[in-house]
């Protein structure tokens, strides 16, 4: 039917607690069948996966990216270094449910932002390719990617590298850096411009204030030539792909 990706949930959901986060929904032998047929074609496949078992099962099929990996274990982790598998970690959606999600959610998800965290650091430690997404929806509001980087800041990563995270490496995920991801000669020139230097301060992604222009395929969005050289001339500007 022209599907771009196939995801499937390989553990639990955090939303109800009868579903638990780290039990396997699939055997290891079903989502490798998943898998090779997806990638015949040319198709990736994303595993909803919050913990092992279910999570290195879906590692060890072969799947490209683990969304969530809220309990990675050292042993999952290093078997995603080895494997080159991409982490999504989705810190927004875990710290939603920890904290605005209805009071049944939040009784058992109080912990999983700390531990969300200790997962990221784990993977950062042994250096598994980590990607941005939010797993943010209606309900959440969409549009919290600058929340995310926020997040994985806290989390112990550096301004830079999580900027380099929502760019170059999520654009690599994707499977679309030749387009995207960086500032280079022949690329869409999908640009966001911001007053001010987000390597120093990562929140100010998250203040519409902020944000001189905004370019999609080299055309203004939002702000102009103008407003660029007027930032310019009050204080430094940064710009992402």
Known sequence: MGADVIKVAMTGSMTFAARRPHRPLFTEEELAAIVD?????????????????????????????????????????REMADRGTWYVPTMCISNWHSTLSQASVRAHTADMPARHRESIARAVRLGVRIAAGTDTNPSHGFGRTGMELELLV????????????????????????????????????????????????????????????????????????LSIADARSRRSIAVTA
């Open 37 to 77: 047929e997806a990638h015949v074609e040319g198709i990736p496949v994303c595993a909803h996966a919050h913990g092992d078992p279910g999570a290195i099962l879906a590692v060890r099929a072969g799947v490209d990216t683990i969304e969530h990996g809220t309990y990675l274990t050292e042993e999952c982790a």
């Open 154 to 225: 806290e989390a112990g990563l550096t301004e830079a590298i999580a900027i380099a995270v929502a760019t170059d490496q999520s654009s690599q995920c994707l499977g679309m850096s030749a387009d995207v991801g960086t500032v280079a000669a022949g690329k869409f020139a999908d640009l966001l411009i911001v007053d001010g230097d987000p390597q120093r301060d990562i929140r100010l992604l998250q203040d519409a204030s902020r944000r001189t222009a905004v370019l999609k395929g080299g055309q203004f969005m939002s702000g102009s030539p």
